[in-house]
């Protein structure tokens, strides 16, 4: 059974960092990618940023280039986004799932990430 943590938000001042985590256990290949996601409070849910297991290749939404960055451990097990110069609209709930076609079945609780002005 596949199951995914997100863990890692926290609530830090405008210019501020933090690191996300999201632990995949249960994917029996390393062909899938993972995307990390949020959702403003009265907002749709949005891809921020995702990462193909088996070669590295990443991709960004415009609004966090040049200030997010994803990345796994060496075993490909955590999927990490690191976020520095962090602004109020990243204020959300942060979750991973499978890239590019999320399933319903793997979104957990998500983490709460709130960016204080």
């Known amino acids: 059974e596949v199951q995914l943590q997100a863990s890692g938000g926290g609530l830090v001042q405008a210019g501020g960092s933090l690191r996300l985590s999201c632990v995949a256990t249960?994917?029996?290949?390393?062909?899938?990618?993972i995307a990390w996601f949020r959702q403003a409070p009265g907002e749709e849910r949005e891809g921020v940023s995702s990462?193909?297991?088996?070669?590295?290749?990443?991709d960004y939404a415009d609004s966090v280039k040049g200030r997010f960055a994803i990345s796994t451990d060496s075993a490909k097990k955590t999927m990490f986004l690191q976020m520095d110069g962090l602004q109020p609209e990243d204020t959300g709930v942060y979750y991973c799932?499978?890239?590019?076609?999320?399933?319903?079945?793997?979104w957990g609780q998500g983490t709460q990430v709130t960016v204080s002005s």
């Open positions: 249960g994917f029996t290949r390393d062909d899938y990618s």
């Open positions: 990462i193909s297991v088996r070669d590295g290749t990443t």
């Open positions: 799932n499978t890239a590019p076609v999320p399933r319903n079945d793997y």
